[in-house]
């Protein structure tokens, strides 16, 4: 099973500490690609036919970003409008996606129980996911729990201390690389039986 990781974070080489240390961790996992939109495409003029056939050649394909005013990154959101398009993604014959995974994981700067009705960020992480949900039903594609990772804000003196998140990130980057297993051992096609004769 191949593995696409799309990563959105607008300095992941030179600011990140978290979701660069998710990505890092992933790096050993056989089939798998990572993709670092901001990288590629720092104009956001998102090269859309080598996009598409990247997903085709995926069975499990992860969104790997910070939350963003309650949202995805700018890139990500410009990827989807560029790349998900009817005829490939959805409508009557955009079938491209049918049946791939889609894995939202996700690092928070603040605590993740401040993400609930009543909390400080008023709705649930599920809530705020909503839209991401609904493009992979439209899609076809099959919507995994996503994952999070909460107290990953760094600013020095004021918030955090950088060595926690770095830990912290490890920590769920190993969770990840777990949770990508599973997946890949839930969905690997089973062999035919064999008739042994004596």
């Not at 990140?16 to 998710?22: C, E, G, H, K, L």
């Not at 996009?51 to 790997?64: S, T, W």
């Not at 955090?160 to 297993?181: C, H, P």
Request: overall charge neutral; glycine content about 6%.
């Amino acid at each position: 099973m191949k593995t696409l990781v799309l990563v959105a974070h607008k300095y992941l080489a030179t600011r990140s500490i978290a979701n660069q240390a998710i990505v890092e961790s992933l790096n050993a996992i056989e089939g798998l690609e990572i993709r670092d939109l901001y990288q590629l495409y720092p104009d956001f003029k998102i090269d859309v036919a080598n996009e598409q056939q990247a997903l085709l050649e995926a069975d499990l394909i992860i969104f790997q970003f910070p939350i963003h005013w309650y949202s995805v990154p700018g890139i990500l959101k410009e990827w989807m409008d560029q790349v998900l398009l009817y005829g490939f993604a959805y409508g009557s014959t955009g079938n491209k996606l049918k049946d791939k995974r889609l894995l939202i994981s996700t690092t928070l700067g603040g605590d993740i129980a401040s993400y609930q009705v009543g909390g400080h960020n008023n709705f649930s992480l599920e809530t705020l996911f909503t839209p991401l949900e609904q493009t992979a039903a439209l899609c076809g594609m099959h919507w995994l729990s996503p994952m999070a990772s909460g107290n990953m804000l760094y600013i020095p003196d004021v918030v955090n201390k950088k060595e926690e998140v770095a830990q912290r990130a490890s920590a769920y980057g190993a969770k990840l690389k777990t949770r990508i297993s599973s997946i890949k051992e839930a969905v690997k096609p089973i062999s035919p039986l064999k008739c042994v004769v004596s």
